[in-house]
């Protein structure tokens, strides 16, 4: 059912100094960043030959990020994304089998502009998990 590993998303408190050290010390392709309100966080890419980095600061204490950042203070990794090829029936499969779905279920539009859910760490080894829409 999934599919490629989209990205790695990486919690930290300075998005700019986090992007330094991306371009700067590993040498790695790093994008603008970019706010996104709806999901109270600004985001950076960090573009590797087989998948991405995300970065994510909280923008505002109501922030999901700054809520981890609070119980993680250093940051760390925050959740994977994997891609499905059909986000609806994914959802519909996983709940199947027990798993939970953050929120009310329905896809929301992510940082690339495509449909994305959450699926509850407890349900996956302890790791949050986000599907991305192919």
Do not use: W
Request: glycine content about 10%; overall charge negative; some cysteine.
């Amino acid at each position: 059912m999934i599919g490629r590993l989209n990205h790695v998303a990486i919690a930290v408190r300075d998005i700019a100094a986090a992007a330094r050290l991306y371009r700067d010390t590993l040498g790695a392709e790093v994008s603008a960043a970019v706010t996104q309100p709806d999901h109270g966080v600004t985001t950076v890419f960090i573009t590797l030959p087989n998948t991405k980095i995300e970065l994510l600061e909280p923008l505002g204490r109501e922030s999901p990020i700054a809520k981890f950042l609070e119980r993680n203070p250093d940051g760390g990794i925050h959740h994977l994304c994997y891609e499905v090829d059909d986000i609806v029936a994914a959802r519909d499969r996983l709940k199947g089998q027990g798993a939970r779905v953050l929120g009310d279920g329905t896809p929301n539009i992510g940082a690339h502009g495509k449909a994305v859910l959450f699926l509850h760490p407890k349900d996956f080894c302890g790791t949050l998990v986000e599907l991305e829409q192919a």
